[in-house]
């Protein structure tokens, strides 16, 4: 589906980094009416915000810190028009990690070479 096909009303970054894909959807898509980043840094929210003061589409964006995994999804997401973009890149966690929130999806591990592992 190209761009002129697809014409989203709003868009969401859940890890935005410095927001390079929040721009470039900004861009592309002139039909979004409401854009929201989040990420945990606050350096990189505050450098994406400093970046939307000389947008003209400046108004209709919200960038603020939080962590993806404990944000209130069903919340931030109930008010944003449909259709719905999002872009991004899935925030990367170590096994570890996963294990400190109880989660099952961790990947099964196993020794294919037969190694004893100390």
């Known amino acids: 589906m190209s761009s002129s096909e697809f014409q989203p009303k709003s868009l969401v970054e859940p890890t935005c980094g410095l ?4 721009f470039t959807a900004l861009d ?3 039909t979004i009416t409401k854009a929201i980043g989040l990420d945990i840094s606050s350096a990189y929210v505050e450098a994406v915000n400093s970046k939307l003061e000389s947008r003209i589409d400046k108004n209709k964006v919200s960038v603020k810190e939080g962590n993806f995994f404990y944000s209130n999804w069903s919340i ?3 008010n944003l ?3 719905m973009l999002v872009v991004g890149n899935p925030p990367w966690v170590t096994n570890s990690h996963l294990g400190s ?3 099952s999806n961790i990947p099964e591990k196993s020794n294919f070479q037969k190694n004893i592992m100390a």
Not at 19 to 22: A, R
């Open 28 to 30: 592309q898509f002139p």
């Open 76 to 78: 931030i997401l109930e």
């Open 19 to 22: 927001g390079n894909f929040l």
């Open 101 to 103: 929130f109880n989660s």
């Open 81 to 83: 028009p449909n259709p």
